[in-house]
């Protein structure tokens, strides 16, 4: 079976510094991987995906993620923070092809200090 | 770009109603529609999938009878929460998937809130 797992279920680093958000998956076939935000009250954007393309994805909002197949991650980070970037982030595996039930990490709420 | 619109996206209501909320994709037809839960600061919970046409498949743990889904037309699915009570407050979230090689669009979400 197929699952994911979100180290750290809150992460807080200040304005402009790094933000590494830790994902592993455990997965019996070649995965595909996803990040998504989610502000509150709100659904869930998608940021990027993993589809074997290539082991270094690029999202939206400077976000980019580095599958491992060895480690078996897909870590989350962005060089620089922004205060925008406080929401939730949620690890997302899919079995079979993308459009696949989706199972999620616990998520990371990230917190940004000015 | 793909969107998926969910109605309402706040509802209040007494014990013992029924509750029905929508989810349609404006822009797109869905052949797969899928219902989450998501309890205060946890993770989202997969509760159902939807076919257009075809009954929904459940989650193990998830009452059918409880928690009602059709899927009667490519951009419209529903989920009707039926006899709620205060331990079915929750936030609600539906995805829809134009195509199998893409990930699902999800929508907006609707707090449910059994007084």
């Known amino acids: 079976a197929q699952s994911v797992t979100q180290l750290g279920s809150h992460v807080s680093v200040s304005e402009g510094a790094l933000v590494l958000l830790r994902c592993n998956y455990s997965s019996s076939v070649p995965p595909y991987l996803f990040w998504y935000v989610q502000y509150p009250n709100q659904g869930l954007q998608l940021l990027l995906k993993y589809t074997s393309a290539a082991t270094l994805v690029k999202g939206i909002n400077g976000f980019e993620a580095e599958f491992k197949k060895s480690e078996t991650s897909f870590h989350l980070t962005k060089p620089s923070a922004h205060m925008s970037d406080a929401a939730e982030y949620f690890c997302a595996v899919s079995e079979g092809n993308q459009g696949g039930k989706l199972i999620f990490g616990q998520g990371t709420e990230l917190s940004v200090k000015p | 770009g793909a969107v998926v619109s969910q109605h309402p996206s706040w509802v209040i209501c007494k014990s013992g109603t029924s509750v029905k909320i929508e989810c349609r994709s404006l822009?797109?037809?869905?052949?797969?529609m899928f219902w989450y839960r998501q309890f205060p600061k946890q993770s989202l919970m997969l509760m159902a999938t939807?076919?257009?046409?075809?009954?929904?498949?459940?989650e193990q743990g998830v009452e059918k009878d409880k928690f009602l889904i059709n899927h009667a037309s490519l951009t419209l699915s529903t989920l009707t929460v039926t006899s709620a009570h205060p331990e079915d407050s929750s936030f609600y979230i539906c995805?829809?998937?134009?195509?199998?090689?893409?990930?699902?669009?999800f929508g907006d979400g609707t707090r449910l809130s059994i007084l």
């Open positions: 822009d797109f037809q869905a052949t797969t």
């Open positions: 995805s829809a998937l134009a195509d199998p090689n893409q990930p699902q669009h």
């Open positions: 939807s076919n257009e046409g075809s009954k929904a498949t459940y």
